[in-house]
């Protein structure tokens, strides 16, 4: 019995390969949401279209149990044989993968973006990831989006205070380019964050603490650590990695093995280690990785593990 089907000690008896099961993971799952069939494709055709040592029949079980809602019925009549998975893929493929409609809701929802009521963290990294997610979906059906229509965009929905603060960092004369804006979303999410971390920590100590023994000093804090540089790991263009339009096109497991061979830190994908991070979590799944390398529950835990 093999005890790992990744590592063979001389030949593998074809047999044996074939009585192989699928480790216990979670799927990831689809109800018919336009915006989400590329992300869902994409992670199904690599955990199981892609594997050899699974039947055609595992295969449609397997579909079946990830779809709901409206995805589910649409095959939910077909019965489970070798011939129908195919069928059942190809009409998933026909109804969910119309490229006008793809392109029409990934613009609609970038156009729809929530308006920030207040200055919040999650609010700016929800700002900047969802942009980002949605100019990577339009670039892979061959969308290139004006990056000065998405500035235009994303300052429509700042707070008055984070419009305020983004204002003082243009230049006058000049159109800030896209990557800045980003760039200063999530530095000014980290500031929040660790502003509200520390008024936590002293809100702690102050009230643990008899008044004549209250200390002056808090002690260090875990600070968020900025790259010392923003030169591309992948391109060498002068931007940060989760700005990359090549990255950006790369599938899961490719980001994910660029991030790992650059030595970057998984949740905000910068030069520091992941335990400096002040960044908040995947939008997902919400585990410490960047939602840019989401791939499954199961995955994240592995991924999350390597760090």
Known sequence: MISNPGIANGSVASDSRRNLKLPQAELPSFSGKVEDWLSFRDSFTTMIINRDDVSNVEKLQYLKSALKDQALRKIQVLAITNENFDRAWNLLRKSYEDKRTLISRHLSLLLRLPVQETESYQGLIALADESQQHLQSLASLGVNVSHEMIVAILEEKLHKSSLEKWDETIKIGEFPKLEDLTDFLYRTAARISKRKNDNTAKDATDKDSPPSKKRKDDGKRQVFVTATSNKCP???????????????????????????DAHLCFNCLRNHKARDCKFGTCKKCGKRHNTLLHFTKAQDSKKSSEL
């Open 234 to 260: 992948l391109c060498t263009e002068p931007h940060y990695l989760f700005k990359c339009s090549k990255f950006l096109a790369l599938t899961v497991e490719e980001r994910i093995k660029v991030v790992k």
